[in-house]
């Protein structure tokens, strides 16, 4: 697909009609250099048609020392500068200049004549004015063929010194070739007519390039949301926020929903990489069925609180976490650390805890009582002393009960002593008695 202005398939752009109903336009002033193909495809008739339509577009501008200056290249095999920038400043004696041109006949060295244009028609010494001037410097070259050098390099060359180059073919041009001479965007910059006999209708649309108006107030900018003038019929566009410019310079694309400030949540957007995007909510609150909306939650009844022991909500959200008695919070305000064992109530002490600091304790015994050995529970200690003096006395339970019977078989034998004595002192006395 020819990416060029085809003058047999498009029809001229408004401004033009605009520019034409309204008469001459203001031009931009321009450092501006014709390179025009003689070789011998040109026929004489043809070559009459190529003045014919530099001739129109130099009617369109306004020429002088402080507007618009203009000189022309021929070339074939050879180049020949017609005239230099600072030849002519009226336009009438420009105009009859154009007509006295001849070809050169010849073969297209196309290459060597854009390096020409560049070397020796725009330098100061031949009327180009100098880069503080903001001057633009446009070269317009009209070809019917093949160039028969290199195109591409010197070319490049040419567009990075800052001319901005236009490239109209003619019948059997070769678009590629014209493509490697023109500046970018190519479909701004190359031109093609089928015949000699059509190209003098470019010189309207040459007219609307170097025409002074607004294309942002005209509305020809084709920018899809912002057109911004740069001046002298100049313009760029931009996107409104939240788009970003496309490759085309023209059309944007979304890129940050929530920058558009369309996106109705209530409190946080969040772009999406797919270039969507979802709400959220401040923390303490939650999104409403709506995904757009927030309430306030409570997370203490929600239970997403994260608190080891106690939440205590402090309303609109917002929430705190406490611990039992005995406990003290801990740095990340949500866990406990025991702080007094003793006053949890858990140590197992029978009379007295004490506590050792703030995860130690011991037990003691009220007065009168001594710890057991199981460290938590207490014994009176009469009674202890006694439990102490039978076990040194016995030794053991078998030895006890042994002591028990000695102990019976001495009392049964003592009351047996006991019948004898008075029997014999019953005896003693009766003696006595007789």
């Known amino acids: 697909m020819q990416t060029a202005y085809n003058i047999t398939e498009c029809s001229f752009f408004p401004a033009s009609k605009r520019a034409a109903e309204g008469g001459v336009c203001k031009s931009r002033p321009l450092d ?40 022309v290249v021929n070339y074939a095999s050879t180049v020949k500068i017609e005239f230099q920038l600072n030849t002519y400043s009226d336009k009438r004696a420009l105009k009859q200049a154009v007509a006295r041109i001849t070809p050169l ?26 880069p503080m001037s903001n001057i633009p410097k446009v070269a317009i070259i009209v070809t019917d063929g093949r160039p028969q050098d290199q195109v591409n ?26 493509k490697m001479m023109a500046s970018k965007p190519l479909e701004d910059h190359v031109f093609y007519v089928e015949t000699y006999g059509v190209i003098e209708k470019l010189s309207a649309r040459f007219q609307e390039t170097f025409c002074a108006l607004d294309p942002c107030v005209l509305g020809t900018h084709q920018c899809q949301h912002v057109c911004i003038s740069d001046g002298n019929g100049r313009h760029h566009c931009e996107c409104s926020q939240g788009y970003t410019l496309n490759a085309d310079q023209k059309t944007c694309s979304a890129v940050d929903k ?22 959220e909510c401040y923390e303490g609150y939650t999104l ?12 203490c009844a929600l239970g997403t609180h994260g608190c080891q022991h106690i939440c205590v909500n402090d309303g609109a959200g917002s929430h705190h976490c406490e611990c039992f008695e005995g406990y003290t919070l801990n740095a990340d305000k949500k866990t406990c650390s025991v702080r007094n064992k003793c006053a949890l109530g858990t140590h197992g002490c029978q009379h007295i ?82």
């Open 353 to 434: 805890c004490v506590s050792d600091g703030a995860s130690s304790y011991h037990c003691d015994c009220f007065p009168g009582y001594t710890l057991n050995d199981d460290k938590k529970t207490c014994s009176d200690i009469e009674e202890a002393r006694s439990l102490i003096s039978i076990e040194d006395a016995c030794g053991c339970e078998a030895t006890l009960a042994f002591q028990e019977k000695v102990s019976s078989h001495l009392q049964k034998l003592n009351t047996k002593l006991d019948t004898i004595l008075k029997r014999l002192q019953v005896n003693e006395y009766g003696q006595v008695h007789r």
């Open 153 to 178: 390099e010197v070319a490049a060359r040419a567009r990075a010194s800052g001319i901005e180059l236009y490239a109209v073919g003619v019948d059997r041009a070769d678009m590629e070739s014209l």
């Open 105 to 130: 006949s010849t073969g297209t060295m196309s290459g060597l004549a854009i390096q020409t244009a560049m070397e020796e028609a725009f330098t100061v010494e031949a009327g180009a004015r100098g």
């Open 32 to 71: 501006l250099v014709f390179i025009i193909d003689s070789s011998r495809s040109v026929r004489p008739l043809e070559f009459t048609k190529v003045k014919t339509f530099v001739a129109r577009i130099i009617d369109t501008l306004d020429i002088g020392a402080a507007d618009t200056r203009v000189a």
């Open 258 to 279: 929530c920058a558009l400030n369309t996106h109705g949540c209530e409190q946080i957007c969040v772009n999406d990489r797919n270039g969507s995007y979802h709400c």
């Open 288 to 299: 409403n069925a709506d995904r757009a909306t927030c309430a306030a939650q409570d997370k």
